[in-house]
C-alpha cells in the first residue's frame, strides 16, 4: 500500500459552483455556493474528508423563501454564507433583482436549520444596501453582519466598500450604527466579506479586482472589529493575475476553516478557461488551497505565495467517499434526481411531473426560451468539457409554437437546442435554435435549412456530444442508428466571457430537457431518461 500522501485536486467542485463558503461542525465539512437564477436556492456539499464531496441540500425550496420570477439571467442567490452556532445552521444570501445599468436590487436575508437537510425557516429579511452578505459570531455571542455596499452614483466606483451593523437574532433585525470597515485596495471592488477571530485580531477576508481575470482574495485584521483595519502585507492571500499559465485562473473570493487537527483551508472559486481564449464553459467552479499562518500572523498559501495550486495535499482525515452518481437517470421512483434544477419558479409542479406517467419525467410547456418568468426547463451542470447528454422525448406537437427536446444551455441569449415541433407542410418534424450570444436583441438563428420530417409518430432519441472546441446533435428514431443533425458548433458559446464581455455573464453551462408551448396550453412532452457521462 503506498505511503503517499492524499491530494486534493481542483476543482473540488467542477461545474457551476461560485462563491464559496466553507463551514465545519465537528467532523462533518459544508460548502455553500451560489445558484443565482437556478431554483432550489444555494447548493451545500457535504465532506468528511476535504476530498470527496456529495450534494446535502438546496434549503430554498419554497415561495416563502424565494421567488426569482422576473429575475433576469446572472440576478437571483448570490454569495451565500453558512456558518454554525447556538446549535443551527445560519445561512445568508442575497436575491439580487436587477443587475444591469447603474442600480442594483440586493434584498439580503437570513435563514437558519438544525440540521443541514433542514426544515430551513422562512427568511428574516435584512437589509437590501448592497450584496455578499457575511454573518460573523463573535465569541462573545454578538452577532455581526457585514455586506458590501453598492453606490449607484459610481464616484469614483459603485463598490463603496465593506458595511458592518450587530445583528440581534432575538429581534431579528439589525441594530446600532451602520460603519464601513474596510474599503479595499487599488485592486478595487471590493466584496465577498468574511470575519473571523484569531489571537486577539478580527480578520477580514475579502473578494477584489472582479470575478474575471484581475479576480483576488485580500486579507486584513484589526485589534478592534470596528477597524480601520491594515491590509496584509503581500495584500492578496490568492490570485492568479500574475500567473496567466496557471489552468486556475480567475482566483478569487473565498473563505477559511480550520480542520479538527487544527490545519487551515481556504475555499475560493476559479475557472478554467479554453487554452488561447479566455473562456470558460464550466463558468466559476469551487477550489481549495492548503494554508499556513506565519509568524507575523498573516496567512498564506503553503508552497508558492499567491498562485492557485491544482493539486494541495490533503488534511490526512480518514476519507469517506460518497456513492457515485449514476450516468442514467431512468426516472422510476417518481422524484426528480438531485443533479437537476430548474430555472427562476417556485411552483415545480407547473413545470414538470414525476408522477404523471410511470417512469417519465413529464415537462408542461411554458413560456419561450427568452421569458424571465415561467421556462419548463430542467437541467444538470456541465461538469466535463468532454461529455455527451442522451434522452428521449415522446411528445406530439400541433403547432409551430409547440417544441420539446435537448438544449445545451447558459443563458436566454446562449444555447444551442434540438427540439421536436411541427410544421404546416410536413407535420411532425426536427427543429432547431441557437443563440449564440446575441445580447440584447435574442435574435435566434434556425441552423436547419429546412426542418427534418419524423417518419414516426413514436419517442425520438436525442443526444449532444461536446469535444474540444465543438458540439454535435444527433437523433434517433425507433431505436434506428444515430443520425448527426445540424452544424458543429462552438462549445464555448456556453460560457461566461461570451455574450457580453469578462464581467457580463458569471454562473455556468448546464444540458437538459425543455418544453415550450406558445399558445398557453400547457402542452406536455414526456422524458423517458437523461445520461450524462464523461468524454475521455
Known sequence: ?????????????????????????????????????????????????????????????????LDMRGNPDNCGIWAPCLTFADGLFWLVYTD???????????????????????PWSDPVRVNSSGFDPSLFHDDDGRKWFVNMVWDQRKMPTAFA????QEYDPVEKRLTGPVRNIFKGTERGL???????KRNGYYYLLTAEGGTGYRHAVTLARSKRLTGPYEVHPDKHVVSSLTFPDNPIQRAGHGDIVETQTGE??????????????????????????????????????????????????APGLPLHPFP????????????????????????????????????????????SLGSYFEQALVARRQTHY????????????????????????????????????WGEKIGKCLTMMACPGSFPSGDLTFPLDTPVPLSSSGPVRMRVETEGLALRFSYAEDGGGWTRIGPVF???????????????????????????????????????????????
Request: proline fraction near 7%; aromatic fraction near 12%; charge should be negative.
Open 190 to 196: 471590493v466584496e465577498g466579506p468574511h470575519l473571523y
Open 490 to 536: 462552438d462549445a464555448t458559446v456556453l460560457s461566461d466571457e461570451a455574450g457580453r464581455g469578462e464581467h457580463g455573464n458569471f454562473t455556468g453551462a448546464f444540458v437538459g430537457m425543455h418544453a415550450m408551448d406558445l399558445t398557453g396550453q400547457a402542452w406536455v412532452a414526456d422524458f423517458d431518461y437523461f445520461a450524462y457521462q464523461d468524454l475521455p
Open 1 to 65: 500500500m503506498s505511503n503517499a500522501p492524499q491530494m486534493l485536486r481542483n476543482p473540488i467542485l467542477p461545474g457551476f459552483n461560485p462563491d464559496p463558503s466553507i463551514c465545519r461542525v465537528g467532523e462533518d465539512y459544508y460548502i455553500a455556493t451560489s445558484t443565482f437564477e437556478w431554483f432550489p436556492g444555494v447548493q451545500i456539499h457535504h465532506s468528511r474528508d476535504l476530498v470527496n464531496w456529495q450534494l446535502a441540500a438546496r434549503p430554498l425550496t419554497r415561495a416563502s423563501q
Open 264 to 313: 487551515t483551508y481556504l475555499v475560493h472559486l476559479m475557472g478554467r478557461p479554453v487554452p488561447g481564449l479566455n473562456r470558460c464553459q464550466m463558468g466559476r467552479e469551487t477550489a481549495i488551497q492548503k494554508c499556513v499562518w506565519g509568524e507575523d500572523g498573516w496567512l498564506r498559501l503553503e508552497g508558492t505565495p499567491l498562485e492557485p495550486q491544482q493539486t494541495v495535499k
Open 96 to 118: 439580487v433583482k436587477r443587475n444591469e445599468g447603474n442600480f442594483k436590487d440586493t434584498h439580503n436575508y437570513i435563514v437558519t436549520a438544525p440540521r443541514i437537510e433542514g
Open 386 to 421: 468532454h461529455y455527451q447528454a442522451e434522452t428521449s422525448v415522446d411528445c406530439d406537437p400541433e403547432t409551430f409554437q409547440q417544441t420539446a427536446g435537448l438544449i445545451a444551455y447558459y443563458g436566454r441569449f446562449q444555447f444551442f437546442y434540438l427540439a421536436v415541433s
Open 161 to 164: 466598500g465593506i458595511l458592518l
Open 324 to 367: 457515485a452518481e449514476p450516468v442514467r437517470q431512468d426516472f422510476d421512483d417518481g422524484k426528480l434526481p438531485s443533479a437537476f434544477q430548474w430555472l427562476r419558479s417556485p411552483e415545480p409542479k407547473r413545470l414538470f411531473s414525476n408522477t404523471a406517467r410511470k417512469g417519465h419525467l413529464r415537462l408542461f410547456g411554458r413560456e
